[in-house]
Structure formats: structure tokens, C-alpha cells
């Protein structure tokens, strides 16, 4: 069974790697660009319909270590990613097992942190999916300036069925503001730690400052990312998809047993970034404070108004009930008035609208602030999945 995995996965390989020609890694040449640290979390590959390693091998970026970590697979993952290692020499396989017990998705990211050696690093998940051209775009950057921070635009899919895969808006999409100011970016932007180039010793230095890290299991993003974007980094957006952030069905970020626990850990996060941006001052005006507030409990919103689509139709009511009561207390514990207004492009106005009425039955909605007339970003996703279900 496995010599047949091995002469699979040799075929996979051959067909999609650009690795090094011979001797290319010791060249003057190759050594002038920075080395970046490729960090892919993996649990349970064998059945994926893609696994982001195929792109990441397709990268036109030569100077770059690629770390997977087998996070306690119980199938065939480690022998998968074993033989894929054997094929290139940039390849390094870390079984968790050999190291610590298993913790979840945050200790993981902090550990590979650790373990990389490149000058700055990358996250992507298991199925994700990463342009042939999208560390060359993060590199071009750096040769403008020393960033500590880059992040990208991105699409967003869900696995419908097997090898087929639905565009999904990338909601909240905000407008108007400056894409460039980490602050901003960080107030009107996605909190996902994956494919963002992070400098390392800014991450090391960040760690030490506010003796915090990635950690713990789901919702690592929301309990660390702010603390990156927050401690003034030199920041930069490059406005192309470059990545593509692939939804399972079955995938932690869409998978909902247990409800009271899932939507208390997800409010516990929030909570605890709010209380740690007042607890470091990272941010000191009131008003953008208050934001912040309101930014998180958009998120909170469309990400329980999303799983209340996926959820099966006999949990929805539970559901529904739990969600608003948490939003309720969510608003009283930082002061939000509900009906504040926003800065949603049309589309995420109207589902943001939508989610209010399937919580509060209409009790009330917010309000969308006029914007100038402007092209959208080019960022705006309107195409893909119907939320009127």
C-alpha cells in the first residue's frame, strides 16, 4: 500500500514541483534574496481533494524552507508528507509526536515559528491554495523598505462537494480607509494569521514585548494577530489575490458540535483582545477603542450568521437563540450601540442586515455610512455563494 502512496506521490511531485537545479541553493545568487519559512499545519491530508503543498512546490520563489508539522494524524499523513520530503531537500517534516502533546492549532503556529529558519515566514492551511507568483510579489516589497508585516488580498472557496468548490464573498468588506496603515487595516481588515509574511525577529520581539504569542486551539487569530498589527510594524498591502483560504465542511473553522462551547470560546477570544488592547495601550484614543469594539462585533456577526447557514436546519434554532444572547451581552459589557454606523460596501451591508434580522427579528439594524463615490478596492466579492437560504 504505501510503495504505491510513494510512486503516487512521485508523480504529483514531478508533475507540479519548480525545485532547485543542482547546486542552485549554494549560489551567490539565490542567497541575495531573503529566505522565507513556508508553515504548513497538517491533520489528516490523505483525503484532501488539494493539498497546499502542490502550490507552494509550484512556486517560482526558490529561496524558501517549507516546515510541515503532523499535528497527531490518525491516517496516513506522516508517511505522505515523509516521501515528499524525501523528494526535495527544502522539505522538512517535524512530527508533534516527537515533540509535545497536542494542544491545537495556536501552539502549533508558535512552534513552527520557532522551528523555521528563514528570515521571515508564512502560514498557510493544509488545503489552501498560494499563486506560483505570490512569494516573488512579497519580495518585490521588500526590496522597497524592511517591512516587519505584509498581507495580501485573497478569495475565499467552500468544498461544496469533492473537487468542487463554490466562491464564497469575502465578507465584512469594508471601504474607505487607507490600506496601508497597519491600524487601519487591522480595523477594517480580516484578523486570519495565514498568508501574511511576518518577519520573524518582529514576531520574536513582539512575543517578548507582551509576553504573549500564538496559542491554545481555535481562534488563535483573533487572541494574537492584534498585537502584531497594533505595535506600529512597518506595514504594507499588496492588492492581489494571491491566496486562496479554502472552507471544509468538516473543517474546524465550519465544524459546530458542542454550540454553547464553540460560541463561548469564539466570544471569550474577542473579549480577551479588547481587554489585552486596553490592558498594553496599544491603542490610546477612545474613539478608535471604540471601533475596535464595533469592528469585532461585525465579525461576530457574520461569522455566527455563517455558521448558521451551514449548521444543520435542527441546530439552527439553538442556535440562533445562543448567538443573540452572547451579541447581547457582547454590546453591554463594551458600551455598542447596535445601530452605530459602518463603513460596509453594499453587498455586506445587505447580508449584515440579513444576519440582524435572523438574531433580533428586526429590532434593529445599523446604519451604513455614506461613502464617495469610488471604485470598491477591486477586493469586493459579490460573486459565489447565495446567502439567501
Same mark, same amino acid.
Given at each position: 500500500?504505501?510503495?504505491?502512496?510513494?510512486?503516487?506521490?512521485?508523480?504529483?511531485?514531478?508533475?507540479?514541483?519548480?525545485?532547485?537545479?543542482?547546486?542552485?541553493?549554494?549560489?551567490?545568487?539565490?542567497?541575495?534574496?531573503?529566505?522565507?519559512?513556508?508553515?504548513?499545519?497538517?491533520?489528516?491530508?490523505?483525503?484532501?481533494?488539494?493539498?497546499?503543498?502542490?502550490?507552494?512546490?509550484?512556486?517560482?520563489?526558490?529561496?524558501?524552507?517549507?516546515?510541515?508539522?503532523?499535528?497527531?494524524?490518525?491516517?496516513?499523513?506522516?508517511?505522505?508528507?515523509?516521501?515528499?520530503?524525501?523528494?526535495?531537500?527544502?522539505?522538512?517534516?517535524?512530527?508533534?509526536?516527537?515533540?509535545?502533546?497536542?494542544?491545537?492549532?495556536?501552539?502549533?503556529?508558535?512552534?513552527?515559528?520557532?522551528?523555521?529558519?528563514?528570515?521571515?515566514?508564512?502560514?498557510?492551511?493544509?488545503?489552501?491554495?498560494?499563486?506560483?507568483?505570490?512569494?516573488?510579489?512579497?519580495?518585490?516589497?521588500?526590496?522597497?523598505?524592511?517591512?516587519?508585516?505584509?498581507?495580501?488580498?485573497?478569495?475565499?472557496?467552500?468544498?461544496?462537494?469533492?473537487?468542487?468548490?463554490?466562491?464564497v464573498p469575502k465578507v465584512p468588506f469594508h471601504v474607505d480607509f487607507n490600506f496601508?496603515?497597519?491600524?487601519?487595516?487591522?480595523?477594517?481588515?480580516?484578523?486570519?494569521?495565514?498568508? $501574511?509574511?511576518?518577519?520573524?525577529?518582529?514576531?520574536?520581539?513582539?512575543? !517578548? &514585548?507582551?509576553? %504573549? *504569542? /500564538?496559542?491554545? =486551539?481555535? #481562534?488563535?487569530?483573533?487572541?494574537?494577530?492584534?498585537?502584531?498589527?497594533?505595535?506600529?510594524?512597518?506595514?504594507?498591502?499588496?492588492?492581489?489575490?494571491?491566496?486562496?483560504?479554502?472552507?471544509?465542511?468538516?473543517?474546524?473553522?465550519?465544524?459546530?458540535?458542542?454550540?454553547?462551547?464553540?460560541?463561548?470560546?469564539?466570544?471569550?477570544?474577542?473579549?480577551?483582545?479588547?481587554?489585552?488592547?486596553?490592558?498594553?495601550?496599544?491603542?490610546?484614543?477612545?474613539?478608535?477603542?471604540?471601533?475596535?469594539?464595533?469592528?469585532?462585533?461585525?465579525?461576530?456577526?457574520?461569522?455566527?450568521?455563517?455558521?448558521?447557514?451551514?449548521l444543520k436546519k435542527e441546530m439552527r434554532t439553538k442556535f440562533s437563540k445562543l448567538?443573540?444572547?452572547?451579541?447581547?451581552?457582547?454590546?453591554?459589557?463594551?458600551?455598542?450601540?447596535?445601530?452605530? $454606523?459602518?463603513?460596509?460596501?453594499?453587498?455586506?451591508?445587505?447580508?449584515? !442586515? &440579513?444576519?440582524? %434580522? *435572523? /438574531?433580533?427579528? =428586526?429590532? #434593529?439594524?445599523?446604519?451604513?455610512?455614506?461613502?464617495?463615490?469610488?471604485?470598491?478596492?477591486?477586493?469586493?466579492?459579490?460573486?459565489?455563494?447565495?446567502?439567501?437560504?
Amino acid at each position: 500500500m504505501l510503495l504505491m502512496y510513494n510512486s503516487k506521490i512521485e508523480v504529483i511531485y514531478l508533475r507540479n514541483a519548480s525545485p532547485l537545479k543542482n547546486g542552485e541553493n549554494m549560489t551567490s545568487n539565490l542567497a541575495s534574496y531573503p529566505k522565507i519559512s513556508v508553515l504548513i499545519p497538517c491533520h489528516n491530508i490523505e483525503k484532501l481533494t488539494y493539498f497546499s503543498l502542490i502550490s507552494v512546490l509550484k512556486s517560482r520563489y526558490k529561496n524558501i524552507e517549507i516546515l510541515l508539522l503532523n499535528d497527531y494524524s490518525t491516517d496516513n499523513t506522516i508517511n505522505i508528507l515523509n516521501e515528499f520530503a524525501k523528494l526535495d531537500p527544502r522539505i522538512k517534516v517535524i512530527d508533534l509526536k516527537n515533540h509535545h502533546h497536542h494542544v491545537g492549532i495556536g501552539f502549533n503556529r508558535h512552534f513552527l515559528i520557532e522551528k523555521s529558519t528563514g528570515e521571515y515566514f508564512i502560514f498557510i492551511d493544509d488545503d489552501d491554495r498560494m499563486l506560483t507568483s505570490a512569494l516573488g510579489n512579497f519580495e518585490k516589497v521588500l526590496r522597497e523598505g524592511d517591512y516587519d508585516l505584509i498581507a495580501s488580498d485573497f478569495k475565499i472557496t467552500y468544498e461544496l462537494l469533492p473537487h468542487m468548490r463554490i466562491s464564497v464573498p469575502k465578507v465584512p468588506f469594508h471601504v474607505d480607509f487607507n490600506f496601508n496603515d497597519p491600524q487601519e487595516f487591522f480595523l477594517n481588515s480580516s484578523l486570519y494569521s495565514w498568508g $501574511k509574511l511576518i518577519k520573524k525577529q518582529y514576531y520574536l520581539d513582539t512575543v !517578548n &514585548k507582551f509576553a %504573549n *504569542k /500564538f496559542s491554545g =486551539n481555535i #481562534f488563535e487569530d483573533v487572541r494574537f494577530m492584534y498585537f502584531l498589527f497594533l505595535n506600529k510594524p512597518k506595514f504594507k498591502f499588496i492588492n492581489k489575490r494571491l491566496f486562496t483560504y479554502q472552507i471544509r465542511p468538516n473543517s474546524l473553522s465550519s465544524s459546530w458540535n458542542r454550540i454553547d462551547e464553540k460560541i463561548k470560546i469564539l466570544f471569550d477570544a474577542y473579549t480577551e483582545a479588547i481587554l489585552n488592547i486596553k490592558k498594553y495601550n496599544l491603542i490610546e484614543n477612545d474613539n478608535i477603542l471604540s471601533k475596535i469594539c464595533q469592528t469585532f462585533y461585525i465579525h461576530l456577526v457574520f461569522i455566527l450568521y455563517a455558521n448558521s447557514i451551514i449548521l444543520k436546519k435542527e441546530m439552527r434554532t439553538k442556535f440562533s437563540k445562543l448567538s443573540k444572547l452572547h451579541l447581547e451581552s457582547f454590546c453591554s459589557r463594551f458600551n455598542i450601540d447596535p445601530t452605530f $454606523k459602518h463603513n460596509l460596501n453594499r453587498s455586506s451591508c445587505q447580508i449584515y !442586515n &440579513k444576519a440582524h %434580522n *435572523k /438574531f433580533f427579528n =428586526n429590532t #434593529f439594524l445599523p446604519k451604513r455610512t455614506k461613502s464617495r463615490k469610488k471604485k470598491d478596492n477591486k477586493a469586493d466579492y459579490v460573486d459565489g455563494l447565495n446567502f439567501n437560504i
